[in-house]
């Protein structure tokens, strides 16, 4: 155990500058009560051992071994160090050679999820249950989705172990990420509107009152972009904190949602119906980031296996 000799002040606590490696030479003197034989013990020659033997009697202000008949003996402060090294060598050791270690079976933390009601519904259900038969003792924390998504979202990453997000929706770039599932979109509307077609023009798009689920709180989806490109944006006739709450909101109004088709009833119950978009809008691509600094957290780095390994059992889409 290689260290080098440091004074370490502050907070009540002050350390004596003593090379560690001479307290591992002192174990072994003491221990042996031979020069030569400790030396060997610890890889020193002769000469070697008797200067650090020299260096601890200056630092302990004590002889440390004194000659006896027969060889050596210890000094009272010796035999009282003794007693003590044996244990601090070893707590020091561990301390040294510690590395983090995660025991699903047997821990008792807490992970935080960020992500939407969506995803809760879709991945939720199975990512409790993979928890529960690895990790009895874990405690799931899925959290809402607020405004800081769109103003800060490292901010948001920092607070939570796994971020979840469609792709397109948060920019953070360099940041770790990995590919969960997919999504489509679903134009509904109530089936007693009868003021939109089944096929929706432009004007359609333009003129309708729009149901949005977090406006003005989550950047624009993706769904957005692509129609900002033809120069459309959505007018927000009602805004919602809830992706599943999207179908039951249209029922007895004139309004639209694009809905992920995932939360869908199936089969779309008589008060709903499907209308075609005027333009092809692009896949739900939802992903995890997390905070590069818990790369190396064994904990984490089970959480987001098992986030994969669910991921890759969703169902694939209808149709």
Do not use: K
Not at 7 to 22: F, H, T, Y
Not at 25 to 46: P, Y
Not at 48 to 65: E, N
Not at 146 to 170: C, E, K, M, N, Y
């Amino acid at each position: 155990m290689l260290v080098t000799p440091v004074r370490i002040s502050g907070g009540g606590v002050d350390l004596p500058s003593l090379d560690l490696n001479l307290v591992v030479v002192l174990q072994a003197l003491l221990e042996e009560r031979n020069v030569t034989r400790a030396g060997r013990r610890v890889g020193l020659s002769q000469s070697g051992a008797s200067t650090a033997l020299a260096r601890l009697r200056r630092h302990f202000d004590d002889p440390v071994l004194v000659r006896a008949e027969g060889g050596y003996q210890l000094t009272p402060l010796a035999v009282a160090l003794q007693a003590q090294l044996g244990p601090l060598l070893q707590q020091l050791t561990d301390v040294v050679n510690a590395q983090p270690r995660f025991d699903p079976a047997t821990t008792r933390r807490r992970f935080a999820i960020g992500c939407s009601d969506s995803v809760l519904a879709v991945l939720g259900p199975r990512i409790s249950a993979a928890v529960e038969r690895q990790a009895p003792g874990v405690v799931l924390d899925f959290r809402a989705l607020d405004g800081r998504l769109l103003t800060d979202p490292d901010a948001v990453l920092q607070d939570v172990d796994l971020l979840i997000s469609s792709r397109g929706t948060v920019a953070l770039p360099g940041v770790p990420n990995a590919d969960l599932y997919q999504d489509r979109w679903v134009c509904l509307a109530w089936r007693g509107n009868t003021d939109v077609p089944e096929q929706l023009g432009l004007d359609d798009v333009r003129r309708a009152g729009w149901v949005i689920p977090f406006h003005d709180v989550v950047p624009a989806t993706p769904a957005d972009t692509a129609l900002s490109g033809l120069s459309i944006e959505r007018r927000c006739a009602v805004r919602c904190e809830s992706f599943a709450s999207l179908p039951r909101l249209l029922v007895g109004t004139g309004h639209l949602a694009l809905v992920p088709q995932r939360l869908v009833p199936r089969p779309a119950e008589g008060d709903l119906r499907e209308l075609r978009m005027p333009v092809a809008l692009p896949p739900i691509t939802q992903a995890a980031w997390w905070y590069a600094g818990r790369r190396l957290d064994p904990g984490h780095q089970w959480l987001v296996a098992t986030l994969r390994a669910e991921a890759t059992g969703v169902d694939p889409l209808p149709g």
